[in-house]
């Protein structure tokens, strides 16, 4: 990223929200410059409002968000994340592909960050999301394209290349597979869903950090960077909150009462898979991989120190998929990724 020039280093960690917004945009302004804001209309079919009242069912449209890094002519890879991820954690793993020439593509989950709400809290399903990505891949120019997907984003992404072989090239899964332990998901949804006011960055940077925890080795400025694309300021709450519709992280917990059975899709794949899979996760368990090996081939990175899931800010992970989607790794291999040195820190010395 180009160097900005220096200034005054505030205290860290920010006491207060005038000195946490402070560091917060100048991180963001790293960024200036290497992508661009674009969104769509997404058309909510009539056949996913089967829970909605039938007086009430219309196809209707909700503007869905997304950032666009690197040449627009160059290889397409597409990312979506996790159920309260938002596109900018994809910030870091697009810069560094974006430089290598290929155009990287995050997308906003409808109800999440800066695309729109859907009108009942049923319609937020699998299905829903699978048909999310069939709309952004055809709003880009149709398929193929290589698709990333974090957990949930990993789920849809999973269901889509299953279903529709012609759309996707290649599939990178960060932590997730086939099978999501019932209990691991029930855990995870009764944290989610909930509503969260942090009145004070410490409130806000504790809940982070317990949140990200498992994430890996990821230097605090990052998380700061990551929390506040995820968070947005209420007048009306007197704090920050997170960038979502709560209704959607209640209709996960509802969900989440069930474990995750995508087997058959996995059967039915015809791409090549990467999996990057954290040596501590609790999503994606030793079992899953070895059924999902025995199944197909697939190219499989441990990533140790790490749980459920990955940031994909360091440059060892960022480089590997780069060299995977390009060809230069093999389709059938398994690996320890070591982690790189942390990145330089965003704030230049005072």
């Known amino acids: 990223m180009t160097a900005l020039p220096p200034l005054r280093k505030p205290p860290w960690p920010p006491a207060g929200w005038h000195d946490w917004l402070t560091v917060a945009e100048r991180l963001d302004r790293r960024f200036d410059g290497h992508y661009a804001f674009g969104g769509f209309d997404y058309r909510q079919p009539l056949a996913l409002q089967r829970a909605v009242p039938l007086r009430l069912r219309r196809a209707y449209e909700v503007p869905v968000a997304y950032t666009d890094w690197g040449p627009r002519d160059g290889p ?3 990312c979506c994340g996790g159920v309260a991820n938002t596109a900018m954690r994809f910030a870091f793993v697009a810069a560094d592909l974006a430089r290598e020439g290929w155009r990287v593509v995050c997308m906003d989950w409808l109800g999440r960050g800066r695309s729109g709400w859907l009108a009942d809290h049923s319609e937020y399903t699998l299905a829903c999301y699978v048909e999310q990505l069939h709309q952004m891949i055809a709003h880009l120019g149709g398929g193929p394209v290589a698709l990333l997907g974090s957990s ?4 849809a992404a999973l269901a889509l290349a299953a279903q529709s072989p012609a759309l996707v090239s290649r599939l990178v899964l960060n932590d997730v597979g086939p099978h999501i332990p019932r209990a691991r998901r029930a855990r995870r949804a009764e944290t989610l869903a909930r509503h969260y006011v942090f009145r004070s960055p410490a409130e806000l940077m504790r809940r982070a950090g317990a949140s990200q925890k498992h994430d890996g080795p990821v230097a605090d400025d990052v998380r700061l960077f990551i929390t506040y694309h995820q968070t ?9 909150i997170y960038r979502h519709d709560l209704r959607a992280l209640l209709a996960y917990r509802d969900d989440a009462a069930r474990s995750v059975d995508q087997w ?4 039915a794949l015809a791409c090549p898979v990467l999996v990057l899979h954290g040596e501590e996760s609790d999503a994606l368990t030793e079992p899953t991989l070895r059924r999902m090996q025995q199944a197909r081939p697939l190219a499989l990175v441990h990533v140790p120190d790490t749980g ?3 940031v994909l800010a360091d440059r060892n992970q960022t480089a590997f998929i780069g060299d995977w989607l390009c060809g230069t790794v093999g389709d059938d291999c398994e690996c320890s990724l070591p982690h790189a040195p942390l990145r330089r820190s ?3 010395p005072g």
Do not use: A, I, K, Q
Request: glycine share 16%; net charge neutral.
């Open 264 to 267: 058959r899709e996995w059967s």
């Open 152 to 155: 949930m984003g990993g789920s």
């Open 76 to 78: 397409l890879l597409l």
């Open 232 to 240: 947005c300021w209420s007048p009306d709450n007197g704090g920050r």
């Open 346 to 348: 965003w704030t230049p």
């Open 308 to 310: 459920h899931t990955p």
